[in-house]
């Protein structure tokens, strides 16, 4: 049977186009909250990915570095965990490629930060070398127990990320063979809305939180105060800040 090639087209677009406005946009509202708390405190935040995802986590990285900058503001930290490809065949070939991301945070990790972990399915399911994204679960791990948030973009009902995630962007497509492809295409739409939206808050930050003042600016200038009610208000299966070791509900 031959499939048409504008058949094809169509279906794709339109099935984008459902998806796009499924998206969880309480989620993406929370994760912008957390990168501006961030920024609020001098954190950095650290980006990863596999596969795709890694392109994606590279691509996050620069344009939270680059394209949030603010006149008079001082600028966001951020690197990615996928760009040193030494150091990532260091530790694939000593230690396993499960510990690439862990081992690269381990002497830089700090409450203050944030891990933007990107994954397909969310850390879940297997192939032909074992687990998929088997070294996101460690790097998770990490994060949690220094008390540093995560923020996670996956698919495929969001998988690991989903539940160990301070956030988790879920982007609701499930079914192959479109499903990977929307996933990845619309984390790089999301990744670009973060960026738009986090660039405004830093933009509009008050005097408190200017480029002379230190990296604790005053409370009332963190996400808590603003209409959305801060990052703690999320829908039921989002972990509260809480709920990881190292911080209070006051943040």
Known sequence: MVI??????????TTME?????LPRRAIQQAVDILYECWLRGGTV???GNGGSASTASHLACDLAKATMAPGRRRL??????????????WTNDSGFGSVFAEQLEPWLRAEDVLVALSVHGGSGDGDAGPWSQNLAPAVALARSRGARVIGLSGFGGGLLRDEADVCIVVPAGQEPLGTPLVESLHVAVHHLLCVALRQRIAGAGPDAGPDAGPDAGPDAGPDAGPDGGPDAGPDGRRDRGDLPGHSQSG
């Not at 048409?4 to 677009?13: F, K, M």
């Not at 459902?18 to 499924?22: F, I």
């Not at 930290?77 to 065949?89: C, R, T, Y």
């Open 46 to 48: 650290f980006t990863l």
């Open 18 to 22: 459902e998806v796009v406005r499924s």
């Open 4 to 13: 048409r090639t504008d058949t094809i087209v169509d279906n794709y677009l």
């Open 77 to 90: 930290k951020a690197l990615a965990l996928v760009d040193n490809v030494p150091l990532v065949s260091a």
